[in-house]
């Protein structure tokens, strides 16, 4: 399912690393239009939490994906890149640039490397594996793993039961390993056809602006975000429901934080958050550009220079 486009850029970094305002004013600059690529972004229902673009950037550039799904949907990375292709296509046929940004590190992999196709799994067939893993217990379940798909079992780290369930669940619903699946992969952009960059800036300072922002958020309405959404009775389990500071400002609004409490462990959150994209960007797209620059202008100018 490879893509060709008359030209991608990829934006990515941890959040509050100034994203969406380098791809708002490459889009101008370029004629492009601004494709989502943040998981939490695509729900309309928190706007304020999760940062989406402001109003005056949306109108800077078309932007795409942001803020067209319903908080009750549970959208995968999937799904993600099923919405993602038809707009590719058109501003290839259009020949407008596409930029891509956000801070979902799977979205990009499935971009540029390609996505597995696992079939699913009967609900029967995984609540066996469960069961059999309670009964043997970790040790005597991974040799049974390691016979049907040694390759998986090598890759699973200690006490990861989901990751074991995953996997021989997967080969005793198909008769074939998890890792024949992830090996079916082709990647929806063709080589040549994209760049990327990652925006890196001092830890220090990310961590200040995920504070000041956490703090504009509350001051923007964030806490009425929540509120309607606790309201909905959703399942907790679903992905909009572990949107950053969802759990510490609903913990507030049913008194069991205090306003301070809620904001420090909103802060912690995000700052663990922000690490693991950190992580994520230095190890999966570890050839790509990095702008290590915090100040808006000079992200501009380091993008220049790379010839964007």
Known sequence: MQTQTQSVVLIAGPTASGKSALAVRLAASIGGEIINADSMQVYRDLRILTARPTPDEEEAAPHHLFGIADAAEAWSVGHWVRQTVPILDRLRRDRKPAI????????FLALTRGLAHIPPVPTEVR???????????EAAFRQRLAIADPLAETKISPGDSQRLVR???VYAATGRPLSHWQAQTEA????????????????ATLYERCDARLQTMIEKGALDEVERLLARNLDSGIPVMKA????????QLNTEMTAAQALEH?????RRYAKRQITWQRTQNSLWPRISDADQGAQWDALMRLQF
């Open 244 to 251: 950053l500071g969802v759990t510490a400002f609903a913990a």
């Open 167 to 169: 996997a021989f669940s």
């Open 188 to 203: 929806t952009l063709s080589p040549g056809s994209w760049r990327g960059i990652v925006l890196d800036p001092p830890r």
């Open 127 to 137: 609540d066996n594996a469960i069961a059999e893993l309670t009964d043997l217990g």
């Open 266 to 270: 909103a802060r912690a959150e995000t």
């Open 100 to 107: 891509i940004v956000g801070g979902t590190g799977l979205y």
